[in-house]
């Protein structure tokens, strides 16, 4: 007979699983059927979601109650769909797979169930029974003979405490005293965190305050007796409000070993005698195997930590790790934790083969009832508080791929049948883990080559040291670390010098610097790989120490200076520390260090990925160094073959501006020079050898200084320029042509410049007069390096005041844009426009005229030389 219904249709979307479940839940609760609301909750779950994610239509829930309990059905519009056939040799659906596994679990959880179809629909239904028990029982456990019945003291005492909304004691019973000593006077009004002490379990942030929020808390803690021992106790708090709606907890306390008292019993059938559910419809499922069959992540660290959260709840932990054994088994890497320090633990790692004897060996399943008896037995959980832990291995075909454990704050919580439970279920999860790590591992080395890639251009791209730096600490930090420093060295017989330093909070790199100065540097060795290095992460140790003394005032330690790095610097470097060293061309040129801040490691892969890296940085940084050694060279020797400063010519303004092309690693080949001859006599030069580098500079260097040489000696410009040509022949192989244009300047008394030219294959000077009238103030001759004989003349050219003489190389005049050339007409008209400016003016605008011409940047060294003859002042 049907005593109730309710019924709702939820659309094809994801989040109608969800809001199915909520209905069926408060239609359950409202009904008064708690006792089978989860089972109804999980068999609707999984009926509507084939309804609405795997067939895509819409579903009809219905519930019905009756006498014997509750019919819930699912309804779809996929009528075509089949029911999977159970034979002899096939299952209905498996936990592994998707198909059948919402039927599978009607067949274990349900009493009875069933599939029909129409034309237009096909329902799924089951039926949950109420068992029948006595009118007001809540839940009931079997029959026990008396040996298995738990040990209590002969008098239970149970404490009951009320605590009021800010946590302090306001009752406090006559157990309560007899248990911990407290009577109520001495504790009425103190906060219940004054007597607590409660576990620390890191990775969780509850603590007794925030337990005492909770609507409902159970579990283990201690309370601290009037002698000052802790008196471990099981509790249980349940949040309530009296009848003007003040809310407070009240608390139930046993002795932790008389937990039964307390303890909510595991979820089970109740009725006589918790027999098997349902007919004959398949054996109960244990939670963890559940899990294993349920969709799992698609990430490896999702899957792992789902892993360890369902271990440790299948043996009712209070820990679980997993580990990940490297390639070579000889390391296992902690990839996942609950109820650990993750921050410190994650990607630690420890042996494989930590010590002789079965329970050393990561390769077999191990028990320790008691890790106080054997130190150090666990490497992992020293100082985590942990006494009891069970571990066993993960294989695939043989060969060790991880380790799970499940550890407890209690000493002997687990037996060799925990073990057999937890080896089961790690052998159905290994063959999944270890696909989901090749996956990984095959995801990271593509992401490895493309960021090498990417690296590897970014280094091409630069030949300047310190962008080198730059850019090798920028593409480590955070990609590979947190922080970054850079060590370079000059020579074999030089101390590494911090060259670079970077952390991913630009607000801690001053302090990482500060610190870092204080260290020694690492040794420069050239072993390949990475070194763990322990210094920064002991030099922030100390200065954390310091800091706490300075604070409660007690002054510091002897051999510890101050004052040091601040605290957030120590924790930001107080994790692992690694270098790699910088090897080219067979030798140290420095170092790149890598760290992690406080209790944090390095991933194997990061690690080898930072290895190929310092490869590739070590010979951009050996030809960033190389290039600037040439540059330095090219510089200097370029800075050789100008003159040092231009003499002051009387009655005469001279301005030279000089460019050179390129980014400064080659000497280039043109050249000016002005220098006195004897007195009231001046000689100028302007030249242009043909290339540039070392040949290039010694025709230079020989034009410059043999003109002036020549010059002194009284010859003349026709004759200092024969001279000069003979000299270049006899170079033979290492000559180089050359155009030069050269002259004498003598100033006059009526204010005017007398000059003598000689233009020997050299763009031609270019004379503005006053008037703004532009022509060539000298004839074309054969230029130098090329013939023997030559036949010079000189012209003599007469400056009047406020005339400009314009003398260029042809880095000038042939300065292009596309197939458009500045030319000698280009110059000439830009110099038209300079009637009145003063010779440094001139040479201003003629240069900004060259580069305004054209886009680019000039391809050719630049000289502009310009001399004008001042006006007289006005009265």
Known sequence: MIT????????????????????????????????????????TSELVTNAVVHAGTAADVLCLRNEAGVRVEVADRYPERELPLQTAGRRVGSLDREGGRGLMLCGALASVWGVEYTTTHKRVWFQLDLHERPAGTRCAGPALPTDALPVTDARVRVAVVQIDRAGAIISWNEDAQDLFGHAPDQVTGKPLTDLAAWPHTPGTGTGVAEALQLSRWEGSYGIRGTDGRVIPVYASHLRVRDSEGEPSTVC???????????????????GDGGGQRGESHGTATDPFEVFIGSPAPDDLDGLLQ?????????????AAYLLLATDDETELEVRASTGLPSARQRFARVPVEAGTGRYGSARMPAVHEDLTVVPGAVPLLTGTGMRSVVTVPLKVEGRLTGSLGVAAEAPGRYTNEEALRLQFAADRIALAVERARLTELERLRRGSLSFLVEASDLLAGTLDRDQTLALMAQMTVPTLATWCAVYTVADQSSEPELS???????????????LLAKVPPPDPVPTPGARVWTAPSDAAHSAALRSSLRTVGLGEPSGLSAPGPSLATAAAVGGETVVLPLVARNRVIGMLTLGKPTDEHFRQEILELAEDLSRR??????????????????????????????????????????????????????????????????????????????????????ARHALRLLAREGFGGPAVLERLNAAILDEGARSRFLTLLYGE???????????????????????????????????????????????LYEQTVTLAPGDVLLCVTDGVTERREGSRMLGDDGLADVLANCTGLTAGAVAARVLRAVERFAADPPSDDMAILTMRVPEPPTD
């Open 500 to 514: 670079y330093v970077l952390h991913e909070d630009e607000d801690r790199i001053d302090g990482l610097k500060t």
């Open 4 to 43: 109730a219904r309710a019924a709702a249709t939820f659309e094809p979307v994801g989040r109608s699983v969800a809001t199915a479940r909520a209905f069926v839940r408060d239609t359950l609760q409202g009904w008064g059927f708690a006792d089978i609301v989860d089972d109804a909750v999980v068999l």
């Open 745 to 791: 300047l003598w100033p006059q008394e009526d204010g005017s410049a007398l000059l003598k030219v000689v233009c020997a294959g050299h763009p031609l000077p270019l004379r503005l007069r006053q008037d703004g009238t532009v022509e060539a103030a000298a004839e074309p001759q054969p230029l130098l390096g090329v013939m023997e004989d030559l036949d």
């Open 252 to 270: 139930l306390l046993v002795r932790d070993h008389e937990r039964a008292v307390l303890q909510s019993p595991s979820r089970a059938p109740v």
């Open 617 to 702: 940085a070590a010979l951009a940084l050996d030809n960033a160094r190389l290039y600037s050694e040439r540059t330095a060279i090219s510089q200097s020797l370029q800075r050789s073959l100008l003159p040092p400063e231009l003499p002051e010519v009387p009655g005469v303004e001279v301005d030279v501006i000089y460019r050179a092309a390129g980014e400064g690693n080659e000497v280039g080949g043109d050249f000016y020079d002005l220098f006195p001859i004897r007195d009231g006599a001046y000689g100028f030069a302007i030249g242009d050898v043909c290339g540039t580098g070392p040949e290039a500079a010694a025709v230079t260097g020989l």
């Open 306 to 318: 789902r892993t360890v959260e369902r271990a440790r709840d299948m043996l009712d932990g209070d």
